[in-house]
């Protein structure tokens, strides 16, 4: 997720090469977005230590935190801070190039390019994610993803 908003906000920077303001704003939203996805992901990549103690609840002294944690209220706090937080970064990706889509003076070209990136953003937000969700371990029955049913097989 990271990575596409990265790749949205550097292609940003190129379509407001004359506009100082939104150069800002993308390059702004460029460090909080990679020190947001560099802490969520080392977060994510190592839940516990040892690592292995993730999966593995024989391992004794094991220390896990964040979405590794086996307290329920510590796994929520930062569950629900990463969903709100990633909601929060695509809202302002998304409306970046917004008020640029509807500006009397932009080609159509640039519009309809606009039109393509936001159809499909929005494409992208509307399906839910295939796999298991990140809160299936804290059920006692298989997920209920048909993906994850069907690849299970």
């Known amino acids: 997720m990271t990575c596409i908003k990265l790749?949205?906000?550097?292609?940003?920077?190129?379509?407001?090469?004359?506009?100082p303001r939104y150069r800002l704003l993308c390059r702004v939203m460029l460090v909080l977005s990679t020190v947001w996805g560099l802490v969520f992901a080392?977060?994510?990549?190592?839940?516990?230590?040892?690592?292995?103690?993730y999966w593995d609840?024989?391992?004794?002294?094991?220390?896990c935190w964040g979405l590794g944690s086996h307290n329920l209220g510590?796994?929520?706090?930062?569950?629900?801070?990463?969903a709100i937080t990633t909601a929060v970064l695509d809202f302002i990706v998304f409306v970046i190039p917004a008020?640029?889509?509807?500006?009397p003076d932009t080609d159509r070209w640039t519009r309809f390019s606009l039109l393509g990136l936001f159809v499909l953003g929005?494409?992208?937000?509307?399906?839910?994610?295939?796999?298991?969700?990140p809160?299936?371990?804290?059920?006692?029955?298989?997920?209920s993803s048909p993906f994850y049913v069907v690849c299970k097989k």
């Open 7 to 19: 790749a949205l906000l550097f292609q940003y920077l190129r379509i407001f090469a004359e506009r």
């Open 42 to 53: 080392a977060l994510t990549w190592v839940p516990c230590w040892p690592v292995h103690a």
């Open 57 to 63: 609840f024989s391992v004794r002294d094991a220390r």
């Open 74 to 82: 510590e796994f929520m706090r930062v569950f629900v801070s990463q």
């Open 99 to 103: 008020r640029l889509y509807f500006q």
């Open 122 to 133: 929005l494409t992208y937000v509307s399906f839910p994610p295939a796999g298991p969700s």
């Open 135 to 143: 809160l299936s371990h804290l059920s006692s029955t298989p997920p």
